[in-house]
């Protein structure tokens, strides 16, 4: 049927997996040590030169001896043991040694037979050397008197074949054999015995067996002729059978013979003994000689012998055989042997991958040598049964070392014989590591502050990344990823300690050229193949108050052409003139304050705190000086402050007929005449320029109708002005930079009255329009 075809197809499928072939011998007992009895490797298709990589072995069931070996380098099996068919087989006519070649990786299972063929190596034996009769001389023509056969533990053609008896007057030998095979032998009386001639008559029987050469054993037969009448005893049975529990306790009655005599008095009085009686069952039995009881005096074990064959004898002549055959008992726990563990098992293993195979022996029979074998719930793991008794223990999922780096696997064995019997067994299995873990950082990334001006080697942070990975695989080096910064490469900025992740300035920073970079560190493991992975690192450095204010109107060197005119009719709060000045710094470090620090008349003119504008304080009037002098004072709001100061020439004038008087107005008296030319050339082009504005205002006066005349400073201010370093504008440091730009916009834009262009790298002149 359907479901027979396919349980056919499954179980070979399942036997091809596991036991690759089976492979049989044959070969003679007692061959000398190193005796090759075949080519295992050659017989199973195994490749030779890996038979020592793949730790081929005999493995034999239970504690059984090893009787032969594999030859790792010729793929031999070899006899390790004297093989002694007799010991190993006793009267059993087939003798097969059984066991298994295993291999490692992949496990692999070969069942292996070795037929055992016996060579006759040993005699025919009688029980006893003599043997006693005492026969009437009355007995008739034709009676018989049985013998004990003799034991040859050779077998088949090696075993008794003939026996013979001295030739003499009397007796023959008569020879039958039962429907068991069981041979019979007997004398038998062909000429009546005459005491008066012969008093007693000696014999040899000589058992050969059928061996070349043959062997013989012999035993002398003893016959007295008796006068008076006399019997032989006869036991009841020819042969008695009991069947007894293994665990039967000593001193338990196991049968008794009975054989009666049909003497009277002492004659019929029959003595017991043991006739043919193993080593071990005279252990094991003892024969009460005058009742005939057969008592247990060891232990008995049904899977020691399980069947003794014991033969009794009463006084003389035949005995009987008496076999006791011992009914198993489930008084042996299953055990549980570990053929073979791959321990560690990588953590990257699949799951399915075969770990190690178990062997189960319960050396009951039956039901009671049945065993089921189980495992805990808990562990990724497996059992499938394999050829008979085999187990391979299998993973049944992902193995992952950094959960879990060793299993403790409790395997469960139980009989099915009542009460059940069960074992365990305990295997340590350890999970070798694979490098599955890349280094991890502990942030999602790093920033890093640096105050500008830092002593190069210090270090600004670290970074740290662990890997849960063993030992190599699990050990991070840092290390830097080249990539350029303002054109040079990161490592002329920053290094890294490998071993700590701990980041070090190679130079000193300036903030004013540098306001933030970023840098990708990379962390590696030392597996092979590394695994790795990076972390953006920004480090941002911040200012100092390193940069004095730079003042860019009026020229800060103090230079006499400088010079603004002040109208006679200015009224209070005009604008007189700006301080222009900058800060390279940022924040609070560029946050500036203007102050005059001294004037000619200091009740004149004030100056914006934060604008730098100068307006005049109260109208001018005729008494005033004409020739005013500021010296301007420009802080940055840095702790501690920097400053600057310039100077500012004021001149109280409509006239530009004054302006010869410029010159003492210089503080720098310079006398050389092509500056003298210069100054004449320049004032006469600003008197030009004054009145064209004086002009247009009065235009525009006229318009307004409004008297009040306005001085509007018109103030250029080239590009060149403007340190070079204001042109930078960093990516990464968008937003400070907008600020610091901011910073010191608001310083001069303030007011409406002069509007700051901002792209002041065109190179081209710009200026303020009104
Ligand atoms: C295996 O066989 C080789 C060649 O016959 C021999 O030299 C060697 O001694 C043998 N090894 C063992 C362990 O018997
Ligand atoms: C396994 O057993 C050993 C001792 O028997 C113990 O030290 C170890 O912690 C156990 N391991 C697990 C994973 O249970
Ligand atoms: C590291 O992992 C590799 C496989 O990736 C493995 O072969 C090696 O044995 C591991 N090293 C340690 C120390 O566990
Ligand atoms: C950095 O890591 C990202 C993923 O985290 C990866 O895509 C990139 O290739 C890495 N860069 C380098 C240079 O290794």
Known sequence: DLAGEMFGILFFVLMAHTAYGDVSYSFPEEMKRGSVIGNIAKDLGLDVNRLSSRKARIDTEGNRKRYCEINLSTGELTVAERIDREEICGDRLSCVLKFEVMLEDPLELHRVSVQIQDINDNSPVFAKELITFEITESAERGSRYRLNVAHDADIGHNAIQRYSLQKNDNFQLSINSNVDGEKK???????????????????????????????????????????????????????????????????????????????????????????????????????????????????????????????????????????????????????????????????NALPGTEVGIINVQDRDSDNNGQVRCSIQQNVPFKLIPSIKNYYSLVTTGELDRELLSDYNITITATDEGSPPLSSTKNIHLTVADVNDNPPVFQEQNYRAHVQENNKPGSSICSVSATDPDWRQNGTVVYSLLSSDVNDAPVSSFLSINGDTGVIHAVRSFDYEQLKSFKVLVLARDNGSPPLSSNVTVRVFITDENDNSPQILYPSPEGNSFMTEMVPKAAQARSLVSKVIAVDADSGQNAWLSYHIIKATDPGLFTIGVHSGEIRTQRDISESDSMKQNLIVSVRDNGQPSLSATCALYLLISDNLAEVPELKDMSRDESSSKLTFYLIIALVSVSTFFLAFIIIILAVRFCRRRKPRLLFDGAVAIPSAYLPPNYAEVEGAGTLRSAYNCDAYLTTGSRTSDFKFIRSYNEGTLTSFHF
Do not use: M, W
Request: aromatic content about 6%; hydrophobic content about 40%.
């Open 185 to 347: 032998i007997e004398l038998l009386l062909e000429k009546k015995l005459d005491r008066e001639q012969q008093q007693e008559v000696k014999l040899i029987l000589t058992a050969v067996d059928g061996g070349t050469p043959p062997r013989s054993g012999t035993v002398a037969i003893h016959i007295a002729v008796l006068d008076a009448n006399d019997n032989a005893p006869v036991f009841s049975q020819d042969i008695y059978k009991v069947s007894l529990p293994e665990n039967s306790p000593v001193d338990t009655v196991v049968v008794t013979v009975s054989a009666t005599d049909a003497d009277e008095g002492q004659n019929g009085e029959v003595a017991y003994e043991f006739s043919r009686v193993s080593d071990r069952a005279r252990k094991l039995f003892y024969l009460n000689p005058n009742t005939g009881e057969i008592r247990i005096t060891g232990a008995l074990d049904f899977e020691d012998e399980a069947v003794y064959e014991i033969f009794v004898e009463g006084k003389d002549g035949f005995g009987l055989s008496i076999v006791i055959e011992l009914a198993d008992v489930n008084d042996n726990a299953p055990e549980i042997q570990l053929k073979s563990l791959r321990s560690p098992i990588p953590e």
